[in-house]
Structure formats: structure tokens, C-alpha cells
């Protein structure tokens, strides 16, 4: 009947219940033991040994991202251009340490050693504190703990009230790293019992770590076998554990927190989280120290005879939450039960210390979370009935007091009082996301969706389809979908933008957005100026949601307040305001996902030109107008000497016109200017001609020419067609015909056309194109040939 009665249940959604009671879910962030379920142990900058390129010898890489088995390595040393995938199933990666181990050479890729004569020193340096991938990180395969326990694998399983005694288990059932488990021997599911992975009760099934370690039945199957037939089970549990990756079970079920020795002594009074109602304290006992200094035995006190109820025994260490010091629950308002057989009806401490003549255990004895950990009154989140474990239900915070939460289970209106880092609560969805059921509350009726939501869910016509699964409600975020191949305009590097998830959510409005804008934040060239465009100014409007945000930026941290909003409804005007704010395409990112056929603002065809012409004009407090030329003479004279020499000299007062603006400019004030007019083709002349083959080279200075009176910029060769008209291409072509190559991929990267390079500065090029020292200033050397040729080629005569 209740099999029936859960098949009959309408579907749980947890955007429409969350809407209905105006609630939040508590932060994905708090619940710790969730997290480290699904991190597979690699992190970004950890340090690894590969394979170089073309072998045989080994060379330094960083992780700068994982997928699953797949990681995006950068050879140390190497430009972030040169970037590539690894899969860990098929290539030969190792932690740091193990080409000395097995003596393999160490030597860079020829492209990393053209980069740095002096790679020893550079390997010396990136040693100093480098942190390496755990070989049985590496042996997983990129996959999550949780992954690696399998239904059927055999644990130890640690008595609750004696852990220095445990038996052998089978896994029934792995729900996100939340094992059912039957003891072996057993056949019935009358003691199968619920943990999570990451407990202290679960080991991996191997020879006993101490002298200590025993290994025996629990009582309540003892009768189950003879004491031999529990021998061979045993046996045939060990040997089929040990055909197991034991490297991996040991690390993945370490619990997060080694125990430490606790100071307690038998006799001392304390308070403990009553192990059966869960709603009260209750006065208990330390009544012995287990061998090893970490585990201690705790006793409900009990005034009547024995004979009238069994004793109730729980097994603690120093950092269990659930233990509190006399005197706690009377301080924070939680209901103390007096001992069974306490003659008065009112407890009070100090008179029961007396009559029992016994001693408070010390406060610096315990070690309680003082955090809340984001919970907060009228959440809500997803919690096991601890009178049904397995059963997980829908539950509402109602009061924060750490150590512990107290929670209402919604089904049935049970309250309960746990620990904030109890492993038997999880975040809004873990259920769906692990396929089990979830107990919803008994008056849930799912709203019907409207015409208009049905409508807005349609798949639109034009390649793009709308995944907003609640587009009208205001507090759970669909997915915001990064549309990397947008106009990313002046402030964002479109190739970072690129190593960006696809998608960010769903989830509640505000944790998504402010994921979403921090790693917006991140991928800018500077920050800090993303930031800046962003903050709030002014008085913050209440019908907002403040948020503080940060921005690293040349080793140092800014922050500042950001307004995003409150309702889902909102969240596509929001997202575009942004993307205004950013000068990008407007569908850069939002509640649309744009597939193959393109955004429908066509901004793919859009350059960096714009930004390009903003900085200079920013730098340099001018206007620059580029008017159509005239129609050029089939053989048009070389401007006279006295032309060249006075438009060096124009040249040479607007650089220290730049030097002297540019180093008072603040770089984070707002800044207004006019688009660039571009120019059409003469008459007559193609749209595009054919570029120069041949480079601008230093032999064409004209100190190797006795003749010339040019510039000593050197003397420009004749262009056959209008830098202002070469698109994104033609100037990755002429760049890389000439010394400068190694400019042409980043160019490209930045989608720098004909105009952006023309309007290229020297501090242009050393922020934006990462380019220092000599390079930077050879391929400025290029850019003055190109413009000199240009003016002289192209330009008005009237600018000459």
C-alpha cells in the first residue's frame, strides 16, 4: 500500500516549491562531504610530468583545466597558445619526481627551449613549491571518488558503539557516494544500514591496520553461522578485496579529518545529542577510553536500576559535533532531558555535580564547528529521516546555532536537531541528480504550467532553442549558457572565453549569476576594469540583489558590490545590461543557447577594431579621421624630402604626447568616443588586392642606403592594397611573412583587423598582446614601417 501510495505522488519540482513558499536552498557550498564526492583530486596549476613532444624524453606541464578524464596541459615554460588535451587513459602522465625515480631525461620541447636558452634555472624555480597530482589521482582516471564504488565491492564496516571491531560488507547500492550495506553472512535486509563513504565506520577491507583491530560479527547476526562458517566467510571477503585498487580505497575513503588524540577522562559530565529523539540533550558520562587515545565510550545517564532499561552507549572522538559541554543547551535554547530516575523536575547543572560528586568535562576539550556554513532560518535542502534512513526528504531550516541546525522534515512536520556537517544532509537536487526518490511534502500539488510558459519553452525557429524550464519563476535560475563564439568584445579575450564551461546552473538566481559574472570577471584582460564596469554606483536599489565580487589582478585582490536580480523573470534584460556594460554581443551569455547556425545578431563579423580605436583615442586625447582618398595616378611621385621630415617629426611629438598622457590616463575612468569611419575602395580597385609577399626588413633602412633621405624608421615597401581594408586574415598573412610571425596567432586570437592594427601602440601590445621586452618593440618597429607606407600610400594629401 505505501509502494502504491509513493508510485501515486505528484512529481517534485523543486524551482516550482521554492517559488510557492518565497524560500531559498541552502548553499551547494555547506554541505562539504558533497563537494569532495565529486572532486576527482585534479586541481588547475598542479604540476605533472609528459611525454615531450616527439619523445623521448619528459618535460614539465600545469593543469589548466579537467574534463573528466581529459586534462589541458601547458608545458612549463610554453605560451598559453601552445595549450593541448591529454586523455589520462592513454598517455603517459606521472607526478613529479617519477623521471628521476626511473631515470628518464627531463628536457623541454625545442619550442619551450627557443623561448628560454636557461631552462634549468626555470626548472629550478618552478620546483620550489610546486604541488603534484597523488598518484592514485592519476590511477583513477579523472573519475570522482564516488565512481570507484562499485555495487558489490566488499568494506569494513566499524561497529557504531565499538570501532575497534568491524566486519566485513557488500555494497548494495551507491546513491552519490551514499552506501547501502549488508553485512556478509547475512541474507536478510533486516540490518542493512546507510553511510556515506566518507564516514569513520567505513574502511577498506584489508589485514587489521593495529593490534587492536578485531574482526567479528556484529551481535545481532552472531547467531546467524558458527563461529567457523563465519571464519570462511570472512576468508572469501578478504580475497575478493584484495583483487581491489587498495592505493585508491585507502585515499578516497580517508574521511576529510584525521582524528586527533581528545583530552577527555572517564568521569567526565557532558551533553550529548540524545542518539534517539533527536530533539533534545541530554546529561551523559564518559565512561571509557578506547586503546589508541581517539575514541571514547559516552553513556546516557540513567538514574533507575539497570534492570529497568538497557544502557545507551555511543562512540565519540574529539570532534564529534554532537557532543556539547555542560551547560550548552541551556545557553542556546536547546530542551535538556533530565536522567531517568532525577527526583526534581527542573535540572540544573552545578546541584547534579554535586550529588553525583563528578566533573564538567573542560570546554577546551571539544572542538565544535563555530560556523554556520551559509544555513540560515527558512531554507531549504534535502535531509534523511533518521527514523526512516531510507527515506529522503524535503526539509526547511528553522534555527542555526552551531554546532548544530534544526530542521523541519516537510512530509510529515518532524523536527529534528543534527550537526551542520551531519553527512546525512544534502543540497536542493541531490536526489534527481542521483535517481532517488524524494519525499515531498503532503499538501504538494504541482502548479500547472500557463499557455505563456508552454509557449516560451517551444523551440524557436533560427537554430536556437529556449531552456528556460520556469521563465516566469522568480527564484530558481535556468541554465545561463556561455555563447563563446559571440562578439566578445573590448574588455573580454575571446580565447579564454573559449576554456569556459558551456553553461552555468541551474540553480537559485543569485549563486548562478554571481558564478556567472565571477568567471566573466576572470577571463578579462584586466579585471579590474570588468569589475569596475560592473559595481554599483550610487544607492543600491532594494529591488536588487547586492552581492560582493572579486577580481584578482597582478597579485593583488579588488573588490567591490554588484547588483544582479532577484527574479528569473528578469534574468534575460539583466544579462543583456551586462553584456551593454562589457561592449559584447548581446547574447554573449544568457538563458539562450545559440547552436551551430550562429547568433542571430551576426556579430561573428565583428573585430577588436573598436576597442582598438577607444584605447587610442583614450591615450592620446585626439580625434582621428580617416577620410576616402582620392583616386591615385597610375605612377604616383614619392612625397618630397621635406614632406618625410615633417611628418617624422609630427610622429615623433605625438609618441611623447602618448608617454606623457598615458601615464597619468586612469585607466578605470569611463571613456566616450566616435566610431571610426572606414573607408571605401577607389574606384577601379578591388575590394581586397593580393597582400606584399615579401616582409618589411631592417636591410631597407635607409642607413643602408646612402641615397635615401627616408625616416630612420626605415623605408617602407609599396603596398599593394589599403591596411584599412585587410580583414582579420590579411593581417595574420602579412604578420606572419615577416620577422614578427610570432605576433600572428595572437592577432588572430583578438580578431585584430587592417584599422585595429593600424591604431596599435606600444603599451597597446605589451598589455593586451603579452608581448615584453625586444619583441614588443620589434614588431612596434613593423607597425611604424606599416603606418609610414601607409600615410605616405593612402592618406589625404591634406595629412601628409
Same mark, same amino acid.
Given at each position: 500500500?505505501?509502494?502504491?501510495?509513493?508510485?501515486?505522488?505528484?512529481?517534485?519540482?523543486?524551482?516550482?516549491?521554492?517559488?510557492?513558499?518565497?524560500?531559498?536552498?541552502?548553499? %551547494?557550498?555547506?554541505?562539504?562531504?558533497? +563537494?569532495?564526492?565529486?572532486?576527482? @583530486?585534479?586541481?588547475? @596549476?598542479?604540476?605533472?610530468?609528459?611525454?615531450?613532444? *616527439? !619523445?623521448?624524453?619528459?618535460?614539465?606541464?600545469?593543469?589548466?583545466?579537467?574534463?573528466?578524464?581529459?586534462?589541458?596541459?601547458?608545458?612549463?615554460?610554453?605560451?598559453?597558445?601552445?595549450?593541448?588535451?591529454?586523455? /589520462?587513459?592513454?598517455?603517459?602522465?606521472?607526478?613529479? *619526481?617519477?623521471?628521476?625515480?626511473?631515470?628518464?631525461?627531463?628536457?623541454?620541447?625545442?619550442?619551450?627551449?627557443?623561448?628560454?636558452?636557461?631552462?634549468?634555472?626555470?626548472?629550478?624555480?618552478?620546483?620550489?613549491?610546486?604541488?603534484?597530482?597523488?598518484?592514485?589521482?592519476?590511477?583513477?582516471?579523472?573519475?570522482?571518488?564516488?565512481?570507484?564504488?562499485?555495487?558489490?565491492?566488499?568494506?569494513?564496516?566499524?561497529?557504531? !558503539?565499538?570501532?575497534?571491531?568491524?566486519?566485513?560488507?557488500?555494497?548494495?547500492?551507491?546513491?552519490?557516494?551514499?552506501?547501502?550495506?549488508?553485512?556478509?553472512?547475512?541474507?536478510?535486509?533486516?540490518?542493512?544500514?546507510?553511510?556515506?563513504?566518507?564516514?569513520?565506520?567505513?574502511?577498506?577491507?584489508?589485514?587489521?591496520?593495529? @593490534?587492536?583491530?578485531?574482526?567479528?560479527?556484529?551481535?545481532?547476526? +552472531?547467531?546467524?553461522?558458527?563461529?567457523?562458517?563465519?571464519?570462511?566467510?570472512?576468508?572469501?571477503?578478504?580475497?575478493?578485496?584484495?583483487?581491489?585498487?587498495?592505493?585508491?580505497?585507502?585515499?578516497?575513503?580517508?574521511?576529510?579529518? %584525521?582524528?586527533?588524540?581528545?583530552?577527555?577522562?572517564?568521569?567526565?559530565?557532558?551533553?550529548?545529542?540524545?542518539?534517539?529523539?533527536?530533539?533534545?540533550?541530554?546529561?551523559?558520562?564518559?565512561?571509557?577510553?578506547?586503546?589508541?587515545?581517539?575514541?571514547?565510550?559516552?553513556?546516557?545517564?540513567?538514574?533507575?536500576?539497570?534492570?529497568?532499561? %538497557?544502557?545507551?552507549?555511543?562512540?565519540?572522538?574529539?570532534?564529534?559535533?554532537?557532543?556539547?559541554?555542560?551547560?550548552?543547551?541551556?545557553?542556546?535554547?536547546?530542551?535538556?532531558l533530565p536522567p531517568p530516575g532525577y527526583p526534581c523536575s527542573s535540572f540544573d547543572w552545578e546541584e547534579y555535580l554535586r550529588s553525583c560528586e563528578a566533573q564538567a568535562a573542560p570546554s577546551s576539550c571539544f572542538q565544535l564547528e563555530e560556523d554556520s556554513l551559509g544555513f540560515e532560518p527558512g531554507q531549504k535542502l534535502e535531509a534523511v529521516n533518521v527514523h526512516k534512513p531510507n527515506e529522503v526528504c524535503v526539509a526547511g531550516v528553522e534555527r542555526v546555532c552551531p554546532p548544530l541546525v534544526w530542521l523541519r522534515l516537510e512530509p510529515g512536520g518532524e523536527r529534528l536537531v543534527v550537526?551542520?556537517?551531519?553527512?546525512?544532509?544534502?543540497?536542493?537536487?541531490?536526489?534527481?541528480?542521483?535517481?532517488?526518490?524524494?519525499?515531498?511534502?503532503?499538501?504538494?500539488?504541482?502548479?500547472?504550467?500557463?499557455?505563456?510558459?508552454?509557449? %516560451?519553452?517551444?523551440?524557436?525557429? !533560427?537554430?536556437?532553442?529556449?531552456?528556460?524550464? @520556469?521563465?516566469?519563476?522568480?527564484?530558481?535560475?535556468?541554465?545561463?549558457?556561455?555563447?563563446?563564439?559571440?562578439?566578445?568584445?573590448?574588455?573580454?579575450?575571446? *580565447?579564454?572565453?573559449?576554456?569556459?564551461?558551456?553553461?552555468?546552473?541551474?540553480?537559485?538566481?543569485?549563486?548562478?549569476?554571481?558564478?556567472?559574472?565571477?568567471?566573466?570577471?576572470?577571463?578579462?584582460?584586466?579585471?579590474?576594469?570588468?569589475?569596475?564596469? /560592473?559595481?554599483?554606483? *550610487?544607492p543600491p536599489d532594494p529591488k536588487m540583489q547586492q552581492q560582493l565580487l572579486k577580481a584578482k589582478y597582478r597579485g593583488r585582490t579588488y573588490r567591490a558590490v554588484v547588483e544582479t536580480v532577484r527574479c528569473s523573470s528578469q534574468l534575460e534584460p539583466f544579462c543583456r545590461s551586462v553584456c551593454a556594460k562589457l561592449q559584447c554581443c548581446p547574447n554573449l551569455f544568457g538563458p539562450r543557447c545559440y547552436g551551430d547556425e550562429g547568433c542571430p545578431e551576426n556579430c561573428a563579423s565583428l573585430t577588436k577594431t573598436r576597442y582598438a580605436y577607444q584605447f587610442v583615442r583614450k591615450r592620446h586625447r585626439r580625434h582621428l579621421a580617416l577620410r576616402k582618398p582620392k583616386q591615385p595616378d597610375k605612377e604616383e611621385a614619392p612625397p618630397a624630402p621635406q614632406q618625410q621630415q615633417q611628418l617624422q617629426h609630427q610622429q615623433q611629438q605625438q609618441q611623447q604626447q602618448q608617454q606623457q598622457e598615458g601615464a597619468s590616463e586612469d585607466e578605470d575612468s569611463p571613456v566616450e568616443c566616435a566610431p571610426v569611419r572606414t573607408t571605401k575602395a577607389p574606384v577601379g580597385r578591388p575590394r581586397k588586392r593580393p597582400l606584399p609577399s615579401r616582409s618589411v626588413s631592417p636591410q631597407d633602412s635607409p642607413d643602408n642606403n646612402p641615397k635615401s633621405q627616408a625616416p630612420p624608421v626605415g623605408h617602407p615597401d609599396t603596398l599593394t592594397s589599403n591596411p584599412l581594408e585587410w580583414s582579420v586574415a590579411d593581417v595574420t598573412n602579412f604578420v606572419r611573412n615577416t620577422p614578427c610571425s610570432y605576433v600572428a596567432r595572437r592577432l588572430h586570437e583578438q580578431e585584430i583587423d587592417g584599422q585595429a592594427l593600424l591604431l596599435l601602440t606600444l603599451p597597446m601590445v605589451q598589455e593586451f598582446l603579452d608581448l615584453q621586452g625586444s619583441p614588443a618593440v620589434q614588431f612596434c618597429q613593423l607597425l611604424e614601417r606599416l603606418k609610414l607606407a601607409f600615410y605616405l600610400q593612402y592618406a589625404p594629401k591634406g595629412t601628409q
Amino acid at each position: 500500500g505505501s509502494k502504491r501510495a509513493h508510485d501515486e505522488e505528484p512529481e517534485f519540482h523543486w524551482e516550482d516549491y521554492l517559488e510557492a513558499t518565497q524560500s531559498e536552498a541552502v548553499p %551547494a557550498t555547506a554541505f562539504a562531504h558533497v +563537494e569532495r564526492s565529486l572532486e576527482s @583530486g585534479l586541481r588547475p @596549476g598542479m604540476k605533472l610530468e609528459v611525454l615531450s613532444e *616527439g !619523445g623521448p624524453s619528459y618535460w614539465l606541464a600545469a593543469v589548466v583545466t579537467t574534463c573528466g578524464p581529459l586534462l589541458s596541459l601547458r608545458y612549463l615554460g610554453a605560451d598559453r597558445a601552445a595549450d593541448f588535451w591529454c586523455d /589520462l587513459g592513454a598517455n603517459e602522465v606521472h607526478p613529479l *619526481g617519477w623521471c628521476a625515480q626511473h631515470q628518464r631525461p627531463l628536457r623541454p620541447p625545442q619550442a619551450v627551449r627557443d623561448r628560454h636558452r636557461d631552462w634549468e634555472a626555470l626548472l629550478d624555480r618552478e620546483l620550489q613549491g610546486a604541488v603534484t597530482v597523488p598518484t592514485y589521482v592519476l590511477e583513477m582516471k579523472g573519475s570522482v571518488p564516488i565512481d570507484q564504488l562499485q555495487e558489490g565491492m566488499k568494506l569494513l564496516v566499524l561497529e557504531e !558503539g565499538n570501532p575497534l571491531n568491524g566486519w566485513a560488507a557488500s555494497v548494495r547500492r551507491n546513491v552519490g557516494g551514499r552506501l547501502l550495506l549488508r553485512y556478509d553472512g547475512c541474507e536478510v535486509d533486516s540490518w542493512d544500514l546507510w553511510l556515506f563513504y566518507l564516514s569513520h565506520r567505513v574502511r577498506p577491507l584489508d589485514a587489521p591496520s593495529h @593490534g587492536d583491530q578485531t574482526y567479528r560479527p556484529p551481535q545481532c547476526i +552472531e547467531k546467524l553461522h558458527s563461529l567457523e562458517k563465519w571464519k570462511q566467510i570472512l576468508k572469501d571477503s578478504m580475497a575478493q578485496a584484495q583483487s581491489y585498487n587498495t592505493k585508491i580505497l585507502a585515499n578516497i575513503l580517508q574521511p576529510p579529518v %584525521a582524528l586527533r588524540e581528545h583530552s577527555f577522562q572517564v568521569g567526565h559530565k557532558v551533553e550529548l545529542l540524545h542518539p534517539v529523539s533527536r530533539q533534545q540533550a541530554c546529561p551523559a558520562t564518559i565512561t571509557a577510553t578506547l586503546a589508541g587515545g581517539r575514541w571514547f565510550l559516552v553513556q546516557v545517564d540513567d538514574l533507575r536500576h539497570p534492570k529497568e532499561g %538497557a544502557p545507551l552507549v555511543r562512540c565519540c572522538h574529539a570532534g564529534s559535533q554532537s557532543l556539547l559541554p555542560a551547560g550548552w543547551a541551556q545557553k542556546n535554547g536547546l530542551p535538556l532531558l533530565p536522567p531517568p530516575g532525577y527526583p526534581c523536575s527542573s535540572f540544573d547543572w552545578e546541584e547534579y555535580l554535586r550529588s553525583c560528586e563528578a566533573q564538567a568535562a573542560p570546554s577546551s576539550c571539544f572542538q565544535l564547528e563555530e560556523d554556520s556554513l551559509g544555513f540560515e532560518p527558512g531554507q531549504k535542502l534535502e535531509a534523511v529521516n533518521v527514523h526512516k534512513p531510507n527515506e529522503v526528504c524535503v526539509a526547511g531550516v528553522e534555527r542555526v546555532c552551531p554546532p548544530l541546525v534544526w530542521l523541519r522534515l516537510e512530509p510529515g512536520g518532524e523536527r529534528l536537531v543534527v550537526p551542520l556537517r551531519s553527512h546525512q544532509l544534502f543540497p536542493v537536487g541531490w536526489c534527481a541528480s542521483n535517481g532517488f526518490p524524494l519525499r515531498a511534502p503532503r499538501d504538494y500539488q504541482r502548479p500547472q504550467p500557463s499557455a505563456v510558459t508552454k509557449e %516560451a519553452c517551444s523551440t524557436e525557429k !533560427g537554430g536556437t532553442k529556449d531552456v528556460r524550464p @520556469g521563465a516566469g519563476r522568480s527564484s530558481w535560475c535556468p541554465c545561463i549558457f556561455l555563447n563563446h563564439r559571440c562578439f566578445s568584445g573590448p574588455f573580454l579575450s575571446k *580565447g579564454r572565453l573559449a576554456e569556459l564551461p558551456r553553461q552555468i546552473g541551474p540553480g537559485p538566481v543569485a549563486l548562478v549569476l554571481r558564478e556567472v559574472l565571477s568567471q566573466i570577471i576572470s577571463v578579462a584582460y584586466k579585471s579590474t576594469r570588468v569589475l569596475g564596469e /560592473l559595481q554599483l554606483r *550610487g544607492p543600491p536599489d532594494p529591488k536588487m540583489q547586492q552581492q560582493l565580487l572579486k577580481a584578482k589582478y597582478r597579485g593583488r585582490t579588488y573588490r567591490a558590490v554588484v547588483e544582479t536580480v532577484r527574479c528569473s523573470s528578469q534574468l534575460e534584460p539583466f544579462c543583456r545590461s551586462v553584456c551593454a556594460k562589457l561592449q559584447c554581443c548581446p547574447n554573449l551569455f544568457g538563458p539562450r543557447c545559440y547552436g551551430d547556425e550562429g547568433c542571430p545578431e551576426n556579430c561573428a563579423s565583428l573585430t577588436k577594431t573598436r576597442y582598438a580605436y577607444q584605447f587610442v583615442r583614450k591615450r592620446h586625447r585626439r580625434h582621428l579621421a580617416l577620410r576616402k582618398p582620392k583616386q591615385p595616378d597610375k605612377e604616383e611621385a614619392p612625397p618630397a624630402p621635406q614632406q618625410q621630415q615633417q611628418l617624422q617629426h609630427q610622429q615623433q611629438q605625438q609618441q611623447q604626447q602618448q608617454q606623457q598622457e598615458g601615464a597619468s590616463e586612469d585607466e578605470d575612468s569611463p571613456v566616450e568616443c566616435a566610431p571610426v569611419r572606414t573607408t571605401k575602395a577607389p574606384v577601379g580597385r578591388p575590394r581586397k588586392r593580393p597582400l606584399p609577399s615579401r616582409s618589411v626588413s631592417p636591410q631597407d633602412s635607409p642607413d643602408n642606403n646612402p641615397k635615401s633621405q627616408a625616416p630612420p624608421v626605415g623605408h617602407p615597401d609599396t603596398l599593394t592594397s589599403n591596411p584599412l581594408e585587410w580583414s582579420v586574415a590579411d593581417v595574420t598573412n602579412f604578420v606572419r611573412n615577416t620577422p614578427c610571425s610570432y605576433v600572428a596567432r595572437r592577432l588572430h586570437e583578438q580578431e585584430i583587423d587592417g584599422q585595429a592594427l593600424l591604431l596599435l601602440t606600444l603599451p597597446m601590445v605589451q598589455e593586451f598582446l603579452d608581448l615584453q621586452g625586444s619583441p614588443a618593440v620589434q614588431f612596434c618597429q613593423l607597425l611604424e614601417r606599416l603606418k609610414l607606407a601607409f600615410y605616405l600610400q593612402y592618406a589625404p594629401k591634406g595629412t601628409q
